[in-house]
C-alpha cells in the first residue's frame, strides 16, 4: 500500500503513506525533501511537524519549540531548502520560526 518515489526524478508509482502518522504534506524542496505536519512525536502524545528525505522510509522531527502538546506547524519550504518555516506556540501565542533544514 505505500507506494514511493524511490530517488529524485524518479516518477511517483502511486499514493503515498508518510511515516509517523504525519497528517498533511505541506511543501517540497528541489531536492525532493518534503515537509510534513501534524506527525505523532515517539514516546509522546505530542503532535509536531518533520521532514521526510528520499527514500522517504523515515523522518526527522523539527524541534526545539511549542508547548507540551503541539511542537510547532510548518508551513512551507523554499525550493533550495536550506530553510523551513512556520509556527510554533509560544507562552500563549504563535510565534514565526524559521528551522535550519536538518539535511
Not at 520560526?97 to 536538518?102: F, T
Given at each position: 500500500?505505500?507506494?514511493?518515489?524511490?530517488?529524485?526524478?524518479?516518477?511517483?508509482?502511486?499514493?503515498f503513506v508518510r511515516p509517523g502518522g504525519c497528517k498533511k504534506?505541506?511543501?517540497?524542496?528541489?531536492?525532493?525533501?518534503?515537509?510534513?505536519?501534524?506527525?505523532?512525536?515517539?514516546?509522546?502524545?505530542?503532535?509536531?511537524?518533520?521532514?521526510?528525505?528520499?527514500?522517504?522510509?523515515?523522518?526527522?522531527?523539527?524541534?526545539?519549540?511549542?508547548?507540551?502538546?503541539?511542537?510547532?506547524?510548518?508551513?512551507?519550504?523554499?525550493?533550495?531548502?536550506?530553510?523551513v518555516y512556520g509556527y510554533a506556540p509560544a507562552?500563549?501565542?504563535?510565534?514565526?520560526?524559521?528551522?535550519?533544514?536538518?539535511?
Open positions: 500500500m505505500s507506494d514511493k518515489r524511490n530517488a529524485v526524478g524518479d516518477a511517483w508509482t502511486g499514493p504534506a505541506r511543501g517540497i524542496d528541489d531536492a525532493g525533501r518534503i515537509v510534513v505536519m501534524g506527525c505523532n512525536a515517539p514516546l509522546t502524545s505530542r503532535l509536531t511537524s518533520a521532514v521526510i528525505a528520499p527514500p522517504y522510509t523515515s523522518l526527522v522531527y523539527l524541534g526545539g519549540l511549542g508547548d507540551p502538546s503541539d511542537g510547532g506547524t510548518v508551513w512551507r519550504v523554499p525550493a533550495g531548502g536550506a530553510y507562552k500563549g501565542t504563535n510565534t514565526a520560526v524559521r528551522w535550519r533544514s536538518p539535511f
